[in-house]
């Protein structure tokens, strides 16, 4: 199975601040890579998809990189409505998920 | 507008099977995978099998193979996910989700609002 490793676990920021978050995958995964924001007691919701591309309606401040192992996700400026728990997810072999970044008021 | 509205709350005891449903609506059912994830409390999303658009095949995960079955009715355009001999383990929120595409990995653009499932004696 191929392990997704985010970090950090948790994040403080305030409004305003520019956010990112890392993902790693235990091998390359070239650019099968999704981000997903959480809210409690809510769905996921689909963020960036192929490791760079802004899925529809989603505010242009969110933004994602990187191919192989390697990934991020910017928040280019911190809004009241992004303080959520954040996931990575890899779809190159089988589904697995990172163990999410909670980013919280500072 | 696509929504995937999901069966409610279940309580189970150990041992016993559940059966979830996820109704989709919005969009033509026949041309997109339906995946299914579940969430225990404070854990990662975990992903269990989906099943296939084109021809109802399913993949599983390996950890759920042999107590997860996964169907699909096109003509109501529900999808159910049934899982069996339960443990405490298994609670959980349970969550179906759309596949970009009929088949293949990918990622998921609508999710049903999962199913609360707990698992007690």
């Known amino acids: 199975d191929i392990q997704m490793t985010q970090s950090p676990s948790t994040l403080s920021a305030s409004v305003g601040d520019r956010v990112t978050i890392t993902c790693r995958a235990s091998?390359?995964?070239?650019?099968?890579l999704a981000w997903y924001q959480q809210k409690p007691g809510k769905a996921p919701k689909l963020l960036i998809y192929k490791a760079s591309s802004l899925e529809s309606g989603v505010p242009s401040r969110f933004s994602g990189s990187g191919s192989g192992t390697e990934f991020t996700l910017t928040i280019s400026s911190l809004q009241p409505d992004d303080f959520a728990t954040y996931y990575c997810q890899q779809y190159n072999t089988y589904l697995t998920f990172g163990g999410g970044t909670k980013v919280e008021i500072k | 507008q696509v929504q995937l509205v999901q069966s409610g709350a279940e309580v189970k005891k150990p041992g016993a099977s559940v059966k979830v449903s996820c109704k989709a609506s919005g969009y033509t059912f026949s041309s997109y995978a339906i995946h299914w994830v579940r969430q225990a409390p404070g854990q990662r999303l975990e992903w269990m099998g989906w099943?296939?658009?084109?021809?109802?095949?399913?993949v599983y995960s390996q950890k759920f193979q042999g107590r997860v079955t996964i169907t699909r009715d096109t003509s109501a355009s529900v999808d159910y996910m049934y899982l069996s001999s339960l443990t405490s383990e298994d609670t959980a929120v349970y969550y179906c989700?759309?596949?970009?595409?009929?088949?293949?990995?990918?990622?998921?653009?609508?999710w049903g609002q999962g199913t609360p499932l707990i698992v007690s004696s």
């Open positions: 989700a759309r596949s970009r595409y009929s088949n293949g990995w990918t990622d998921f653009d609508h």
């Open positions: 099943i296939n658009a084109d021809n109802s095949n399913t």
């Open positions: 091998q390359s995964i070239s650019s099968w």
